[in-house]
């Protein structure tokens, strides 16, 4: 590849699989095929850009994450977990950059639901309805954005979407309270109205036999927010806290005189 492109600078890692059901659905191959794709799908990845990046000592892995890996939610155990791991070995290898004073850089960009053609053949277990992404739901382009920006400019984490952050945060302050909401809410919460079809396809141990394009979006464009403010002051925040600071100064000054 690097002999027809040039060397790769960028390293986008965005691999994964799902399946929703309760955790005693799934067979153990399901859970190890979601396991292998999301999990060692990105390690693998990783790998081989490290094995290019640092002879060169430069690159950046963008690893895209989300807000359930750091915190858990009912019927999504199997990608719950692999994205927790994730989170270990990204601060394993980040640790070890360091060490070594490389010029690699890793970011990670924390996603909320979006609304992708994924959930039309995700495979699922012991659900009555056709799935959605947990609300609220943001368009691809705000992920699109985040991680175009996070190539450019590296550093530790990037949370995009205030659910993203209510949801990180609020399992740092109240994790028991987490996970009472979510019992309460998220089984129906991740479900349409629709019943789901008992022959529906699904993607989970290989392509769909068919050569539609499904494009990027998926049935949930009435419903998907188009931008997302927050993820711009993420993208911008020392500006912000720059700005908030001086304001804050120039208030304090004004209350002197």
Not at 23 to 30: I, R
Not at 87 to 97: A, H, N, Y
Not at 136 to 161: D, F, K, M, N, S
Not at 197 to 218: K, M, Q
Request: charged share 20%; net charge positive; proline share 7%.
């Amino acid at each position: 590849m690097e002999r027809e492109l040039g060397p790769i600078d960028v390293w986008v890692n965005n691999a994964m699989a799902a399946i929703l059901a309760e955790v005693t659905e799934p067979t153990p191959d399901e859970f190890e095929r979601v396991t292998a794709a999301t999990y060692l799908g990105s390690v693998h990845g990783a790998q081989a850009a490290l094995r290019r990046m640092l002879p060169r000592d430069r690159g950046v892995i963008v690893q895209v994450g989300s807000a359930l890996a750091h915190r858990g939610i009912p019927l999504q155990a199997s990608y719950c977990g692999a994205k927790h791991a994730l989170q270990g070995f990204v601060q394993s290898l980040r640790t070890e950059l360091l060490h070594n004073r490389s010029g690699v850089r890793v970011t990670l960009v924390q996603l909320p639901g979006l609304n992708t053609t994924q959930f039309r053949s995700v495979r699922m277990r012991g659900l009555a309805h056709e799935p959605q992404p947990a609300p609220p739901i943001y368009q691809p382009e705000v992920a699109a954005r985040a991680i175009v920006w996070a190539a450019a400019h590296p550093r530790r984490e990037y949370w995009i979407g205030l659910s993203t952050a209510g949801t990180i945060l609020g399992n740092r302050l109240a994790p028991w309270l987490m996970d009472r909401y979510l019992a309460r809410t998220a089984f129906a919460g991740q479900q349409t109205g629709t019943p789901a079809a008992a022959d529906r396809p699904d993607y989970l141990f290989g392509p769909l036999d068919d050569d539609e394009d499904r494009g990027s979006h998926g049935d949930f464009d009435a419903q998907a927010h188009a931008r997302s403010p927050q993820a711009v002051l993420s993208r911008h925040r020392r500006t912000v806290l720059g700005a908030v600071a001086g304001v804050a100064a120039a208030a304090a000054l004004a209350a002197r005189r």
